[in-house]
């Protein structure tokens, strides 16, 4: 059990070292959060909308598509000197890779989530609402499950000639639950509605979270295994 | 197709523990195309088999297969007995594997590299192994030095102490010498001899024709999938075994014979 | 079951599909009453539910068998999953073409978010994820395996979606009646709609066969042309 609980921290600090050094995926999905933001406040005419009612949906769709540019890339940084292969070679369990990989994702994504919502709470003037915690926890729930899906078929994405592209279409009509639960929730609690309405929203996040983690863990060995 | 008749003391070896590495019936397909066609390889202790052939005769295939980096459409691998198989990764711990790439992260440090691999194989004496063994390469200067900013050279030496930082039984090896310069391919001549002579197995397909005789105690030549010749390594000599696994290549010589049948030993 | 004796059970259940398909013709225009709200047009629901039915059906044929087929990696395995498959989307293709005609004319629009026709075109989207990353890679077993995890994963994403989907309509109300077949469901409706879904899931079983047989005979000849070729 330390076995496994050490593979998947040195897998997970090795993902997390390389994205400190490169910096690559942390900045092209921060500048896209800011500028989608920008180009949604562009989009609504203040005249017959108002941004507070249609921010918690642009918020969640920010994070799915600024989420989908860092989660599709997660097998690029393992491509460059076959690193990958080594990586499969080793006594390390394939659902440890892919626990491993999912954190990384997620402590990537949440914090761009985090950015997401300050960027549009400053854009739409919005207020915190009821609960921060709550909002926070319904971000963190929702991210997840998207990540523990990306993930899985970014390595499926990968292994085929179309690649990323592929990505959205495999994993959106997944995210529905994700989007009616967890934009739901967030428009409710930025409303100043009760935590207790939102309950419904966040169990179904957190069950939906745990599908998709578990799905993945079981399924990831037969996506990269030869 | 046996891998040719050991000589005595392997023999005795083998006796006593068994083979290293047995290999039966590897078929490979991809789809329509059959890259691997029913090859056997039985490898023990101390046994350094390599492997010729041209291009595209499946021997990158049959090395996956080899070190359980590849599912054979048919047959078995066991090493040391244990079948190489999804479901327990145990056996991952006996194997090392070197390829023309690196499986190196150019984005770390050459120590971060080892350390990372040295976590997964749950090895516990890292700070102490870790120098050694780039010590070993040449390369303890260069232990804080990214990736990236190493020559092909060193991050093939660097690859090497990667592949065996764990002391695997059986060491596998697709086209080391590729690319490297003469002080990395010196290193990887004394690391590969101290191997053999440390009686570790290995397997190393290459194209590289000198080194390969010099280090090996068996030899094969892979056609279209197949092993078109086994042999001893000790019987041949340098220039009649080039005209050799010409002939054989071009499949004017090569019925399935093994053992002591091969090219005329001139001098 | 042998190739021939499944072709011809295939062939034998798709014409007894057919048969009952225009058994079901008949009864809709004929003989089944008219609904009291919507007229004429509200008889394509008796095609128009059964193939949303067959198709899930299909699918969940399609994931149970793409899960054995990973563990058991029996190549019938996955051939029955990709002619599940096939027959899967034909169906929900139908269920998404007349749909969007009978909003038009029932209610004047092609496009309602009805659970049903949205969690359909979701399933739709599946299927078409599953045929791509099929095609899509170098070595043909990893198209297999890659369109297993997809139909798996499909399969147990798509409770959560039928929930949100309801879940979401049940807040907006539509301008649109709830139960598209009206408020209850008479006898006669009642029994063209069972004999429709019997009849659909027929055809299917015996389309499904059909493909299997053609799809184990494909193999059979690449197979054939890899011996010949070695």
Same mark, same amino acid.
């Given at each position: ?226 | ?267 | ?96 073409? !007349? ?12 496009? !309602?978010?009805?659970?049903?026709? !949205?969690? !359909? ?110």
């Amino acid at each position: 059990m330390s076995t496994y609980l050490t593979q998947v921290r040195a897998i997970l600090w090795k993902d997390l070292l390389i994205e400190l050094r490169t910096r690559e995926r942390v900045l092209a999905m921060g500048a896209f959060a800011v500028l989608s933001a920008v180009l949604f406040d562009y989009s609504i005419d203040r005249a017959l909308v108002a941004p507070q009612d249609v921010a918690a949906g642009l918020i969640w769709m920010t994070i799915v598509f600024g989420g989908l540019l860092g989660v599709g890339r997660t097998f690029h940084l393992e491509g460059e000197d076959g690193a990958f292969r080594g990586l499969l070679m080793s006594p390390t369990p394939k659902d440890a890779v892919f626990l491993a990989k999912t954190l990384a994702n997620f402590t990537l994504l949440y914090v761009v989530s985090l950015l997401v919502l300050g960027v549009f709470m400053l854009f739409f003037d919005l207020e915190l609402g009821t609960s921060p915690a709550t909002l926070v926890l319904a971000l963190a729930l929702g991210s997840l499950g998207f990540v523990a899906l990306g993930t899985l078929f970014a390595a499926v994405s990968s292994g085929t000639r179309l690649g990323e592209t592929l990505l959205p279409i495999l994993v959106f009509p997944l995210l529905v639950p994700m989007i009616v639960y967890g934009a739901g929730a967030t428009a409710r609690l930025l409303a100043d509605r009760p935590v207790a309405e939102v309950a419904g929203h966040l169990r179904m996040l957190g069950a939906f979270a745990l599908v998709a983690v578990a799905a993945g863990s079981v399924l990831f060995r037969f996506v990269v295994e030869d | 197709m046996e891998a040719g008749p050991a000589g005595p003391a392997a023999r005795a070896a083998q006796r006593d523990a068994g083979p290293v590495l047995e290999a039966r019936g590897l078929v490979r397909e991809y789809g329509p195309v059959l890259a691997v066609d029913g090859i056997d390889v039985v490898l023990g202790e101390g046994e350094f088999l390599a492997v010729f052939g041209p291009n595209g005769a499946g021997k990158s295939s049959l090395l996956a297969m080899l070190g359980g980096a590849l599912r054979p459409t048919r047959g078995s691998v066991r090493v040391r007995g244990t079948l190489l198989d999804a479901g327990d990764d145990g056996w991952r711990h006996r194997i090392g594997a070197l390829s023309h790439q690196g499986f190196l992260y150019l984005q770390l440090t050459a120590e971060e590299n080892l350390r990372f691999y040295g976590r997964l194989f749950g090895l516990r004496d890292l700070d102490e192994r870790i120098p050694a063994r780039l010590e070993r390469v040449g390369l303890a200067a260069r232990a804080r030095t990214r990736v990236r900013e190493l020559s092909h050279g060193m991050r093939q030496r660097l690859a090497l102490a990667r592949a065996l930082l764990h002391d695997p039984d059986l060491v596998l090896l697709d086209e080391p010498y590729t690319g490297l310069d003469p002080s990395a391919s010196a290193v990887l001549r004394d690391v590969l001899t101290e191997l053999r002579d440390g009686r570790r197995t290995v397997v190393m397909v290459t194209h590289d024709l000198g080194s390969g005789l010099e280090l090996a105690t068996r030899v094969a030549i892979q056609v279209d999938g197949r092993f078109g010749w086994t042999g001893e390594a000790s019987a041949l000599s340098r220039a009649g075994f080039e005209r050799f696994y010409h002939e054989v290549v071009e499949g004017r010589v090569g019925a399935e014979g093994s053992g002591a049948g091969g090219p005329e030993v001139p001098s | 079951m042998q190739v021939k004796g499944m072709r011809r059970a295939g062939a034998a259940l798709a014409v007894l599909g057919l048969l009952g398909l225009m058994l079901v013709y008949w009864m809709s225009f004929f003989w089944v009453s008219t609904e009291a709200t919507q007229g004429i047009v509200q008889r394509i629901f008796y095609v128009h539910v059964p193939a949303a039915w067959t198709s899930f059906l299909a699918f969940g044929l399609c994931a149970l068998t793409s899960g054995m087929y990973l563990w058991l990696r029996d190549e019938r395995l996955d051939r029955a999953a990709l002619s599940a498959a096939e027959g899967g989307m034909v169906f929900a293709t139908i269920m998404l073409t !007349t749909g969007p005609l009978w909003g038009k004319i029932a209610w004047g629009t092609y496009w !309602t978010w009805e659970p049903r026709l !949205t969690l !359909t075109l979701l399933l739709w989207f599946i299927f078409l994820g599953y045929f791509m990353v099929r095609g899509s890679t170098e070595d043909p077993g990893k198209g297999k395996r890659f369109a297993a995890v997809v139909a798996i994963v499909g399969a147990l994403e798509i409770p959560f979606i039928h929930l949100s989907v309801i879940w979401f309509r049940s807040l907006h109300p539509q301008p649109v009646v709830v139960r598209p077949e009206g408020p209850t469901l008479p006898g006669d409706m009642f029994t063209t709609l069972m004999t429709s879904l019997g009849s659909f899931t027929v055809l299917f079983v015996g389309l499904f066969l059909l493909r299997y047989a053609l799809e184990g005979l494909r193999s059979e000849l690449d197979a054939r042309a890899r011996r010949a070729a070695a």
